[in-house]
């Protein structure tokens, strides 16, 4: 199966876009292709994935420094609920690592989202030092790391301990349902997601690992 990715500027995003959007998630998460229009003033970039001209996954992000440190900061995102998910996940990850090594060569990149379920860690696993994880106890430097990423994603509230942010209720976060079981499921327990809350979780995408996404997927 081949994935092409297709990276434009969100305020590049038409109609048409927003509701072949709205029409992957409709049996997910829901969004509808007006929220998804007002979200795409809050990013910079939208992913596309697609199967031969079947939109299959989508990704808005924002390449930023964040008090001077370069970051990949992962807005809305869904990935079609089919067998191939993770390869459309992985295709969509690797033209974020590109444009990210493109924006900041030779520096590590902090890679952020919002999650609801354990789906996304699918991918974050593969980064360093990823915060919340379990067992892990997360410092003073990772605390105010949380602060900063929930301020940057506009929390209402957060615990700077659990990483558990409080949104609107609209779930804007990364939706993915793996097929893999994830151990590291267990820093959601606790999470009120009917209540509006989420895990602001992060990792570190190394210099020398986006070396290896020099080329875009497509």
Known sequence: MAIDVLTKDCAGLGDADFVEMADLVAT???WEAGMLSKEA???VLASQ???KDKLRGFMFTTLERIGGTPALVIGVASV???KQRSSILKALMHESYHKALMAFPDEDVIVASRIVEPGP???LAELSDVRPWPDERVNGEERAWGRRLSKRFGAV???DRTMVAKGDCERLVFDHTSLK???AATILDGCDVDGGEYVIAWGWAMAEFLEEFQ???S
Do not use: H, I, M, N
């Open 41 to 43: 003033e809050e990013w």
């Open 121 to 123: 860690l699918e991918t």
């Open 80 to 82: 079609a609920r089919l």
């Open 157 to 159: 509230s957060f615990d």
């Open 215 to 217: 080329k875009p997927v």
């Open 28 to 30: 997910s998460v829901g």
């Open 181 to 183: 079981k994830c151990q």
């Open 49 to 51: 994935a697609y199967e």
